[in-house]
């Protein structure tokens, strides 16, 4: 008897099993023991009070609290209390008059009212409402008398005891789990979808496999609102039929000029439009109105302003930041180091370098981006940049979906158990689970060599540090990365080896005259292959294999889990596509040339552009050089509707999407070296964003000018062509040429004439004039072969041949050093500004002797002359400085002389 009631004093332990247990909650309670009047007059049980009442975490209700609403919170465990309560409830609403089909219908109803209602409310609106639910269960408890008060609870109830499973809670109380798979089992249809899929407090909640720590920065972190998670919760673009539309165009296309930030030089120019001005204008009022006392008329007002400003923008641009996923954060600083060393301009903040900063909030924005400012040294910031934006991008759609997927399969695999779970996934009003686009790329990357994708993807891996684990990496290096020179040469003689070590010597005092830019993209070592396209695939969270079994990789903090980076995927089934131009247009286009039958699969080629997030454009200029047609093609091809729709789950595709408005929303980035007009008319004409757009630029002072690199003593004479349209400044020119320098060149017989030609269709017609005119001359152009064109160097040098035509591409892909040129004619300016002085400083090379009259040819006078017109205003400027450039186009004269 004395063991009997030493052990009737014990707790019981609950049966196994889902089934078993509702059977015994149904026949008796265990647990601890207590009263039973006590226990009817419970309401919430202790363990799980701050989830049922609403509360945020890190706060709790004092024990007198609780205690006014159930007086045994100090002896309750596990979940019976409620149970019992939701079973006493069922069976007084059965009573007044609702049958259980009923109340399930009722209850079902009334959940999917509630969740509508509350599906997009802000989190202001959550948290404010969580302070005031403690009242709330209390009247719905008291108060009880239909299906509506009950239907609250319930949901209230298995909602929160579903986020429980996928959020981490400070809680020291022991949480029974079995007990919450039985309330689950029960109740899954009821859960309030808004705690799991908010995409607006997404980023409160911390999982096992794809949370996100937020980076504390105490200025900004009030205030801030993640622009990655608002990037993906786009619904549509307001409708045309409404006026409401063309003014939010017309509204987009304002823009302004932002007054010199602090932090950047004085030449740098930025320029703001759409929402991203609206953005910045209230951050620096909001700023100003925070900070207005620090300056009440005080002499150095303006140096306040400046500081006022400086600080706005670092606000402006430092509060997206503690949004990027903790796996780039921890790796940036080490990363981006080197950019904040030798390029930082008295940036305090230690996190972006000065272009940087100017950058990031309309990349993080999803603005368009216009950069013409990079250069070699400053291309290393810039793409840091631009790929820690990509790869959050990629991670966080590719973290949502999975998150997506793993709830959506288990509402399917509850949905036997109850029919409810089915109606609120087949939701049609339920725009949660569309979280991507029609195909899986998500992000396109033009590139002009390999050697330059093999650069720019072994930044982006450094940026994953420790957590990238890369497939296919070996076959990437050996198929993009530089070239092994030494192999080539093992087969070599012992006997050559002297001659091949003058020889190396001799190469390599030519490749240093050709510069380190020209080096990096066409050197020996260099992979300069323009014909080259690849998808990789990012997946979050990877699953590392040890030995025989898999094991998820462990988890020290928010967002450090694996990514496994995968090289050579799939177009279909990958996450980033990089490519050349002309090597994604041969992919597009590759069924062209086929039969009538082939037209169909030939178009379908472009669906895995159809849903291109972010299109990055780098090396511009270099594309530009190459053919620029390539590029509009593709970007004339991005967000079209698939024609295949077979593999596609329109249940998951965004809104925008389906409207036909992904390109409003893709974002577009363009990196160059130099503005030029096909740049801005491709810019101009794909740049759709919504969001706004941001254009940086450097003015040229005149000291800064390409003009004053020029080492010879010659005159320098520009001369201005009438021309109306962009149309005809080719033929304007021509005319030109042929009615005013042409015929004194022939009249004269002056040898030693270049003519410099940037444009491959006026070389066309140049060549055919001087052919028409029998004239005596050689080219030199990027088609011509090697034999041919030392051919006509030695010819131009000798005399033999009194005119050379050169090519702008000639020189941007050889770098020729054109020798006996005494007379220079531009015929158009060139595109890259240290090409005006590298051409210039030709004259006279190679002229030291005399020919067969005996005039001494390097004693002779020397010219140049250069044409331009009044659409040339961008090169103009960069070989002459942004003063003199708008008043030689502004200008009444037409000839304007500069001497050295």
Request: charged share 30%.
């Amino acid at each position: 008897m004395k063991m009997g009631a030493k052990s009737k004093s014990k707790s019981k332990k609950g049966p196994k099993g889902k089934k078993a247990r509702a059977k015994a909650k149904l026949e008796q309670v265990w647990g601890e023991q207590y009263n039973e009047d006590e226990r009817k007059a419970s309401r919430v049980r202790a363990g799980k009070s701050r989830l049922l009442l609403g509360e945020k975490k890190g706060k709790r209700h004092s024990s007198a609290h609780i205690k006014e609403f159930d007086p045994l919170s100090n002896h309750r465990r596990g979940i019976a209390s409620t149970f019992d309560n939701f079973l006493e409830r069922k069976k007084r609403y059965n009573d007044v008059g609702g049958g259980g089909k009923e109340m399930g219908r009722n209850i079902r109803r009334h959940a999917k009212e509630e969740k509508m209602r509350d599906d997009y409310a802000s989190s202001d609106e959550d948290s404010s409402g969580d302070e005031n639910s403690i009242d709330d269960t209390a009247n719905e408890i008291n108060g009880m008398n239909g299906g509506a008060s009950l239907t609250s609870l319930l949901n209230r109830i298995t909602g929160l005891n579903g986020v429980n499973k996928n959020m981490s809670i400070d809680d020291d109380e022991d949480f029974e789990s079995s007990d919450e798979d039985a309330m689950e089992s029960n109740d899954e249809s009821e859960t309030d979808m808004r705690h799991f899929d908010d995409e607006k407090s997404e980023h409160s909640f911390v999982e096992n496999d794809d949370a996100r720590q937020e980076v504390e920065i105490e200025d900004t972190k009030s205030t801030a609102v993640d622009p990655y998670e608002a990037h993906f919760s786009k619904s549509t673009l307001e409708q045309p039929e409404s006026l409401q539309s063309s003014a939010s165009l017309s509204k987009a296309t304002q823009s302004r000029l932002v007054p010199t930030l602090p932090f950047l030089k004085s030449s740098s120019e930025v320029q703001l439009s759409g929402r991203l001005l609206d953005s910045w204008d209230k951050a620096l009022t909001n700023h100003n109105a925070g900070s207005s006392s620090g300056c009440n008329g005080k002499p150095n007002e303006k140096k306040h302003n400046n500081i006022q400003a400086k600080k706005a923008w670092e606000e402006f641009a430092t509060g997206p930041y503690q949004f990027v996923r903790q796996v780039l954060t921890s790796n940036w600083k080490s990363v981006n180091t080197a950019a904040l060393k030798h390029t930082d301009r008295g940036n305090k903040w230690n996190v972006f370098s000065s272009l940087q900063m100017a950058m990031y909030p309309a990349i993080s924005r999803y603005a368009d981006v216009l950069v013409t400012s990079e250069t070699r040294q400053n291309r290393d910031e810039i793409n840091n940049l631009l790929s820690m934006h990509i790869l959050n991008h990629v991670l966080t759609s590719r973290t949502r979906v999975q998150r997506h997927n793993r709830r959506i399969k288990e509402l399917t695999n509850n949905a036997d158990n109850d029919d409810s779970t089915n109606g609120a996934l087949n939701d049609e009003g339920d725009d949660k689970w569309r979280d991507q686009g029609y195909t899986r790329p998500k992000v396109l990357i033009l590139l002009p060599t390999r050697g330059a994708c093999w650069s720019f993807m072994k930044q982006m891996i450094q940026l994953l540090g420790d957590a990238a684990i890369v497939d296919n990496e070996d076959r990437f290096d050996k198929e993009f990365g530089p070239l092994d020179l030494d192999e080539e040469n093992n087969n070599d003689d012992d006997e050559e080896e002297t001659d091949d070590a003058t020889a190396k010597a001799r190469r390599a005092a030519v490749l240093k005259q050709k510069g380190a830019e020209w080096n990096d993209l066409f050197g020996d070592d260099a992979n300069a292959d323009d014909d080259f396209k690849m998808g990789i695939s990012l997946t979050p969270n990877f699953v590392k294999s040890v030995g025989t079994k898999k094991k998820k990789k462990e988890l020290s903090g928010a967002g450090t889990s694996g990514v496994n980076i995968k090289l050579f995927a799939e177009f279909y089934h990958s996450d980033i596509i990089v490519a050349s131009p002309i090597g994604l247009n041969i992919a597009i286009s590759r069924n062209d040339d086929g039969d009538g039958d082939d037209d169909e699969e030939a178009e379908a080629d472009v669906d895995f552009l159809s849903s291109i997030d972010v299109c990055l454009i780098a090396r511009s200029d270099v594309l530009l050089m190459q053919n620029w047609d390539h590029v509009n093609s593709i970007l004339n091809s991005l967000n079209k509707q698939p024609k295949k729709i077979s593999d596609i789950d329109f249940s998951r595709v965004r809104n925008y999407f389906l409207d036909g408005h992904g390109s409003n929303w893709r974002q577009l980035i363009v990196v160059s070296q130099f503005t030029d007009p096909y740049i801005l008319s491709t810019f101009r004409r794909y740049a759709k964003n919504v969001e706004g757009q941001l254009k940086i630029r450097e003015k040229v002072p005149s000291d800064d000018a390409s003009i004053c690199n020029v080492m010879v003593h010659v005159k320098k004479v520009f001369q201005r062509v009438a021309c109306q349209t962009v149309s005809e400044a080719g033929s304007s020119r021509l005319r030109y040429f042929s009615d005013h320098i042409l015929p004194k060149l022939m009249r004269l017989k002056q040898n030693h004439t270049l003519i410099y030609i940037p444009s491959y269709f006026d070389f066309i017609a140049v060549r055919n004039l001087l052919l028409k005119r029998e004239a005596d001359f050689v080219s030199v152009t990027e088609y011509a072969r090697v034999s041919e064109v030392s051919r006509g160097r030695a010819r131009f040098l000798q005399g033999r041949k009194s005119i050379m035509l050169y090519t702008g591409r000639a020189h941007f892909f050889l770098r020729h050093k054109i020798k006996g040129a005494r007379h220079l004619i531009f015929f158009g300016l060139p595109e890259y500004a240290d090409f005006f002085s590298a051409v210039v400083n030709m004259l006279n090379e190679g002229l030291s002797g005399t020919e067969e009259d005996g005039d001494d040819i390097s004693r002779m006078p020397m010219s140049c002359l250069a044409l331009y017109t009044k659409f040339d205003a961008h090169p103009l400027e960069r070989i002459v400085g942004t003063s003199h450039a708008d008043k030689m186009i502004r200008g009444e004269k037409s000839s304007y002389l500069f001497s050295s």
